[in-house]
């Protein structure tokens, strides 16, 4: 059988087989030996063990069309990432460095600005003058009041979707309002593998039918930006790409350069000023790193 691995804990693998359900399943060796360590998202194919309790064994994992490092998710279409507009008090720096790591993983990206029904609305436009231009569709929604739930279900239709975002901005609210039935799928499966709902830091795919599935992920309170160059930064801020060999230097960085066309812009109020000094803040933190 071929299915889809919904979560993966302890070594176990538990994978939705359309029509038939969730078998609870470990992978065979040889993915040690190919260095390959199968990932919620991946289509498998399955071998039954015991019909009845619905156990099997993975047998192979099928070209992944996608793969995500952070989280470590597979074949994802694109990646929305929840932020609460109050309560928490959004963290634009946290942000920025989410959407320089989908970037840099070649992956859509939607920011979903959550409860804003506790703002006023000229404080939503702020928000949205701060990102309309960094590449990204930006939603606000109330998920406790179902505002806006409808506009970002048309966006997820027939994708595979990474919803991610800090603790406490209400993404499993997010999840329940799009899903009702995660609670009991999460609940089903905990039972299975006796452990509280919740309790693992692994990423949780939910089927939602018509070809869309949501990967509910593990909360994050920081992101460091490994594994990259101080020049790639520029790259990531699709604002910037307007003003492409307009600065004075080619190679411009468009931190302390004069003639830069960037900063310019900034002073002019085309670049989001706190974009911009976020950008800045990456920068050094990447300049200064210590390398071992």
């Keep these: 059988m071929q299915g889809k691995i919904i979560r993966g804990v302890a070594g176990f693998y538990y994978v939705n087989v359309e029509g038939c359900g969730v078998y609870e399943c470990k992978a065979k060796g040889i993915f040690r030996n190919r260095k390959i360590k199968p990932l919620p998202g991946d289509d498998v194919k399955v071998t039954v063990l015991d019909k009845e309790a619905m156990t099997g064994n993975i ?5 992944r069309r996608s793969e995500l490092i952070r989280p470590a998710v597979a074949n994802a279409d694109q990646a929305v990432i929840v932020f609460a507009m109050s309560w928490p008090e959004p963290n634009f ?14 992956m859509e990206t939607v920011i979903c600005f959550n409860k804003k029904d506790q703002i006023e609305e000229r404080v939503q ?7 309309e231009k960094s590449g990204c569709r930006v939603l606000m ?23 991610a975002g800090p603790s406490g901005v209400g993404k499993s609210t997010i ?3 799009l899903y009702p039935q995660a609670n009991m799928q999460t609940g089903n499966i905990s039972e ?6 919740h309790t693992t830091r ?19 309170s920081s992101l460091y930006l490994d594994e990259m160059e101080k020049e790639e930064l520029k790259d990531c801020y699709a604002e910037f790409g307007d ?19 960037v900063k310019n812009a900034v002073l002019e109020g085309k670049i989001s000023r706190e974009r911009y000094e976020n950008y800045v803040l990456l920068f050094h933190e990447l300049k200064n790193r210590k390398r071992y």
């Design 175 to 177: 999840l329940n309002a």
């Design 243 to 261: 003003y492409a060999g307009e600065c004075r230097y080619l190679s411009c960085l468009h931190d302390k350069e004069p003639s830069c066309a």
């Design 93 to 106: 720096n946290l942000l920025d460095r989410f959407l320089v790591l989908m970037h840099r993983q070649q």
């Design 125 to 131: 436009k702020e928000f949205l003058r701060i990102y």
């Design 202 to 220: 692994h990423s949780e795919l939910f089927y939602v039918g018509g070809g869309t599935y949501l990967f509910d992920t593990p909360g994050f």
């Design 141 to 163: 929604v109330s998920a406790k009041k179902g505002d806006g739930i409808g506009e970002l279900a048309a966006q997820l239709k027939g994708r595979v979707t990474v919803l």
């Design 59 to 63: 047998e192979d994992i099928m070209d």
């Design 192 to 197: 299975k593998i006796r452990r509280g709902k």
